[in-house]
Structures are given as C-alpha cells and as structure tokens.
C-alpha cells in the first residue's frame, strides 16, 4: 500500500545536518537499506543525511522510539541532531517541555531550553575498548592510528564509534580523502566517525566531521559529545565547551558526577511533502 501512494514526511535538521523524517506510530513504515539510499540521494530523492523513523515506542518510559539509517542504508543506534529534532516535534504535539526518546543505543531524555533550543542527555560516554568497539584491547586514549598526517586519535562511544584527532588546523585536514580510509580501518570492527578537533581555548573548539555512512557532514551531535569527551580527558578543555561545526555551534557538558554528556542545540523543519512510490518500492 505504502509503494502505491507514497508516504508523507517532514524534512528537518539540526544545524544543516538533515533528516527526512517519517511518522509511522499509527501505520508502520518498513524502510530497508535500498529504500533509505534512495530518499537520501540528493539527485533523485529527497537528500538527506539520515532517514528518520518515529515508531510506537518498546520501553513505557519513553514517548518515541526513533529509527535512524544512513544515506548509505546503514542502521545506526544513535544520532544526536536527530534526536533534537523529533524530541521537539514530539514535545510539541504532547505540549510539554520534556520527553524521552527511545533508540538502538538506549533512552535518550530531552527537554527545552533556552532561546528556541533543545537539550538531549545522550547518556555516558563509553570509554572502553570493546564498548567502542575496537578489533583488539588498547588504551583508548592514545589509539595506534595514524594516516596523512592525522595521529595519536582519542576513541570514545556515544551510542556509535568515535575518533577524534587534535590537529593544528581543522581547516587544512582533507577530510573528503582521509575520511573514508580511517572510517574503513580494520581497527574499527563497525566502522567509525572521524573527526578533526582544533581547540581553540579551554571552552571553544572547531570541528570537522567525516560521518560513517554520509560523508562530510555539516553537524554531527554524536561527534561533538564524542569530542568534548576525548578534549577532557587529555586535559585540552574544561567539562563545558562549545564546539563550532560547519553548521553552527553546540553547547556540551561532558558531567563529572554520572558521565553523561548534554548536548544542546538548535532544530529547525525545512518543508513537508510526499515520498513517491518509486523511492519505496523494492
């Protein structure tokens, strides 16, 4: 029935990172991996970072279960724009300031916050080898991995496998050809988002996000957490910072009490439309 007439959604995003957006808490939605690459593809779909699937949710305690594909057809568990964005549309229609969305990599709770903005907890940081994961048992801090210049990366989980380079110059790292090598190591069993972090003051750091399964990314939440964890724990930043994307800046606490790390940050809806037919159908 869906391949017949189509499916409506909401194109949304948060901070330039985008998501095409599909309701499917009354009537389910299948999406496989070659419908997702479809609605992603910039030229004959609809073009999008991840495709987003709202469900019924599994766990009472939260509002929304949140399904998250790459545009490369990929499930991931995590995706922290995403996040933002269907925990405001939720918060909306439930006309409260909070709500917890349920994904893969757990229960994600979200509220309101200032100037328009909304604040997700995207749970602890995981810091250990086979939590990342990575192929063998080494210190996460100081990984054994190096490729055109880039060295020395710290790996940290937020749902989905970070690491997280120091550079000099975010700017002059060729993320589009050394991205997709260190996203592909063998080091990474399921991959891995690949980021060039330049810190600029003990609260301020640029970065840039090669995403596993989109490419270069304008805004990347799991990435920002990822690396206002990994610039505490080589003792380059305090606990809050702001970390400027080529889409704009979010607010991060990594907190000292339980680990968690906040991430705070604009959304935005672009438009509304109907996938066709074609795009679904196998």
């Keep these: 029935m869906q391949n017949a007439r189509g499916r409506p959604f909401i194109k949304m995003h948060g901070l330039g990172n985008d998501f095409v957006v599909v309701d499917a808490r009354r009537e389910p939605f299948d999406l496989d991996a070659g419908a997702a690459r479809r609605i992603a593809d910039r030229r004959e779909g609809v073009g999008c970072d991840q495709v987003i699937v709202m469900e019924p949710p599994r766990d009472p305690c939260a509002n929304v279960f949140m399904r998250i594909r790459n545009a490369d057809g990929s499930e991931v568990a995590a995706c922290g724009n995403a996040t933002r964005c269907v925990a405001a549309r939720v918060m909306t229609e439930r006309e409260t300031r909070e709500v917890t969305v349920e994904t893969l990599a757990g229960l994600l709770h979200a509220k309101h916050a200032a100037e328009g903005k909304v604040a997700v907890d995207m749970g602890a940081a995981r810091l250990d080898w086979n939590e990342i994961p990575l192929a063998r048992e080494m210190d996460t801090l100081h990984l054994g991995l190096e490729a055109d210049g880039l060295r020395d990366p710290v790996a940290v989980s937020v749902g989905n496998p970070h690491a997280v380079f120091f550079v000099d110059d975010a700017e002059a790292v060729e993320l589009e050809r050394v991205g997709p090598e260190l996203e592909y190591d063998a080091l990474f ?20 996000v090669w995403e596993r399964g989109a490419g270069i990314t304008r805004a990347c939440g799991t990435a920002a957490c990822a690396t206002a964890v990994a610039a505490v724990r080589r003792e380059l930043t ?14 991060l606490e990594w907190r000292a009490g339980d680990g968690h790390v906040i991430m705070t940050g604009p959304v935005a809806e672009s438009f509304t439309g109907t996938l066709n037919g074609s795009l679904l159908a196998a």
Aim: without cysteine; charged residues 30%.
């Design 189 to 208: 069993p399921e991959r891995a988002n690949i980021s060039a972090a330049q810190v600029l003051d003990s609260t301020h750091i640029r970065l840039r």
């Design 238 to 251: 305090e606990r809050k910072v702001t970390i400027a994307l080529d889409g704009g800046e979010l607010g």
